[in-house]
């Protein structure tokens, strides 16, 4: 299983662009790369999931370069409510993830 | 809607009792998992169940025990020989296609006194 490495922490202010990024120098062929983000008292919710390149959905962006050995959460124009911890997982369909710590992001008024 | 309940939200429970945590889910999913969180933490994995009638243990097995009898049911029970089982615990599920995402259950918080 591809090990991960993010921030342990952020802290932005309303209405900027927030980026996260996760190393994961392992990963393997067959391993998508995973968002989740969690609130407290709450179970993580799934953010975005890609392969390589660009990826976007209505909340974020994923960008992952072509050697795949990181990737970038993309949170545009972030307000207070975004303020929670975020995830990065990498693994294939059938594997057993791993979560690790998490970034946690603050935003600031 | 499709999704995955957990009951109850909080529960207490005294030393040396064992309690058990309902985890049902409607999407026809066919692995689920059961995590824990402590403050502060990230997830640690407890067991899962990738088929109805087989389960493997997690990261952090000991004091736990599960069963897998139908596909929508994946219950934890906590035992009393769990040392420090005050903590968040949460269920999940995935659809074991080429891509895939957890769909996570609401949690329940565990206090024992």
């Known amino acids: 299983l591809a090990k991960t490495t993010q921030p342990i922490s952020m802290d932005s202010y309303e209405g900027q662009e927030v980026n996260i990024t996760c190393s994961h120098n392992?990963?393997?062929?067959?391993?998508?790369i995973t968002w989740y983000q969690q609130f407290p008292s709450q179970g993580p919710r799934f953010i975005i999931q890609?392969?390589?390149t660009k990826v976007t959905n209505e909340v974020a962006s994923l960008f992952i370069p072509a050697d795949r050995k990181s990737s970038t959460l993309s949170l545009p124009r972030v307000s207070l409510s975004d303020t929670a911890v975020y995830y990065c997982?990498?693994?294939?369909?059938?594997?057993?993830?791993?979560f690790g710590k998490g970034t946690r992001l603050h935003i600031l008024p | 809607d499709g999704g995955i309940t957990q009951s109850p939200k909080y529960l207490f429970r005294k030393e040396g009792q064992n309690v058990t945590l309902s985890c049902e889910q409607n999407?026809?999913?066919?692995?689920m998992y059961w995590y824990r969180q402590d403050p502060g933490q990230g997830l640690r994995l407890i067991y899962y169940?990738?088929?109805?009638?087989?389960?493997q243990k997690g990261d952090i097995a000991e004091g736990y025990s599960v069963s897998r009898e139908k596909k929508e049911s994946f219950p934890l029970t906590v035992t009393s020989a769990q040392k420090n089982p005050t903590a968040f615990y949460l269920c999940?599920?995935?659809?074991?296609?080429?891509?895939?995402?957890?769909?996570f259950g609401s949690g329940t918080r565990l206090t024992v006194v």
């Open positions: 392992n990963i393997a062929t067959n391993d998508y």
């Open positions: 999940a599920s995935t659809d074991t296609g080429e891509s895939y995402g957890y769909t």
């Open positions: 169940s990738q088929i109805v009638n087989d389960f």
């Open positions: 997982l990498v693994g294939a369909p059938d594997d057993k993830i791993i």
């Open positions: 999407l026809n999913h066919d692995a």
């Open positions: 890609g392969y390589k």
